[in-house]
């Protein structure tokens, strides 16, 4: 069984920053990329940003240059570090990761349980 717990979130002024983590525990060969996704109320899950296994990072445009994925491959988590947030980053963030269970086996899609972000003007 498989987990990906986040940490981090919380309510942060205009301006302000925050560092979610989310940690993958559980039967793991390896993972091929983590991401980070949100939703908004009335607004469908959209892409955040997104790593895979051998560093590279795609960012959603609204988010460039203010966030910063990164990896620890040993810990089999990811950061996602958000710096000059703005209210409508205001959502919940979910992990999500494609972990291969065993060597010979396809990548399955893991979430996180999300974690609320709430930037205040």
């Not at 060969?29 to 908004?40: D, H, K, L, N, V």
């Not at 895979?52 to 996602?80: C, E, H, M, P, Q």
């Not at 893991?110 to 930037?119: A, D, E, K, R």
């Amino acid at each position: 069984q498989v987990q990906l717990v986040e940490s981090g979130g919380g309510l942060v002024q205009a301006g302000g920053s925050l560092r979610l983590s989310c940690a993958a525990s559980g039967t793991i060969f390896s993972i091929t990329a983590m991401g980070w996704y949100r939703q908004a109320p009335g607004k469908q899950r959209e892409l955040v940003a997104r790593i895979i296994s051998g560093g590279s990072t795609n960012y959603a445009d609204s988010v460039k240059g203010r966030f910063t994925i990164s990896r620890d491959n040993a810990k089999n988590t990811v950061y996602l570090q958000m710096n000059s947030l703005k209210p409508e980053d205001t959502a919940v963030y979910y992990c999500n990761a494609d972990i291969k269970l065993q060597w010979y086996s396809e990548d399955f899609d893991y979430w996180g349980q999300g974690t609320q972000v709430t930037v205040s003007s």
